[in-house]
């Protein structure tokens, strides 16, 4: 099991910044990819980025490219997400989550999320 708890949410103006952190429980953490999801309202949920499991550069959805930065510190068990340059259709609830395939299946866990609000 592994448990995630994300921090860091708030109420930001445009072209603000925020960094939320997602701390896992358990001793897997290196072994699974980090996600970063987000909800809007009214909207599906949306990939904002990945952190692999074996090192490598993180991915992007085009929508925060060279505005997002993910991070991930396994000694901390911590992953990050780094949002500059924020607009107000970043307003979404943020969510973290560990996935870990394992042969004909997977493990995937979520956090709670947290709210990021980007007023114009």
């Known amino acids: 099991q592994v448990q995630l708890v994300e921090s860091g949410g708030g109420l930001v103006q445009a072209g603000g910044s925020l960094r939320l952190s997602c701390a896992a429980s358990g001793r897997t953490f290196s072994t699974n990819a980090m996600n970063w999801y987000r909800r809007a309202p009214g909207k599906e949920r949306e990939l904002v980025g990945t952190a692999g499991s074996t090192g490598g550069s993180p991915t992007y959805a085009d929508s925060v490219k060279g505005r997002f930065t993910i991070s991930r510190d396994n000694t901390k068990n911590t992953v990050y997400l780094q949002m500059n340059s924020l607009k107000p259709q970043d307003t979404a609830v943020y969510y973290c989550?560990?996935?870990?395939?394992?042969?004909?299946?997977?493990?995937?866990?979520w956090g709670q999320g947290t709210q990021v609000t980007v007023s114009s």
């Open positions: 989550n560990a996935f870990r395939p394992l042969g004909m299946t997977f493990n995937s866990y």
